[in-house]
């Protein structure tokens, strides 16, 4: 997955969840994905940090070993800009999109009629 599309789902999930670890981050994605896509920590930890650095996320606490992240000021105005963040949406689904193709020749029977129901649903709703 492209970098921008995992930062505006860590964005988007802190500011609808409030703080969460790495960890916690990574398995909303699975969930938002329907389980085909799990950021590994060597992709989520690095956009934790570099959202860190630009001012975006801070550490709200730390347990042990775990950081809790969650959204600054400067990150929920960022979230309000509003129309860039449909366009991480659309390059999210491509970015999926391009993930089931590439891994087509894994995915189970079961796994091709959640994706259908989930393209149907999508189609069913959007128009244009």
Do not use: C, H
């Not at 930062?7 to 389980?35: C, F, H, K, N």
């Not at 070993?65 to 999210?92: N, S």
């Not at 796994?111 to 989930?118: A, E, G, N, T, V």
């Amino acid at each position: 997955m492209r970098r921008r599309g995992l930062r505006y789902l860590v964005l988007r999930i802190l500011a609808s969840r409030g703080p969460l670890t790495g960890s916690q981050i990574a398995d909303e994605i699975e969930r938002m994905t329907w389980g085909f896509w799990r950021p590994s920590p060597g992709s989520i930890y690095p956009a934790l940090a570099q959202l860190e650095s630009e001012g975006l996320i801070k550490i709200a606490k730390v347990e042990g070993p775990k950081k809790y992240y969650e959204l600054t000021e400067e990150g929920r105005r960022l979230l309000g800009a509003g129309a860039d963040y449909i366009k991480e949406t659309i390059l999210l689904f491509e970015n999926i999109y391009s993930f089931i193709i590439e891994n087509i020749d894994k995915l189970t029977s079961e796994d091709k009629k959640r994706i259908l129901k989930i393209a149907e649903d999508i189609m069913r709703n959007i128009k244009v």
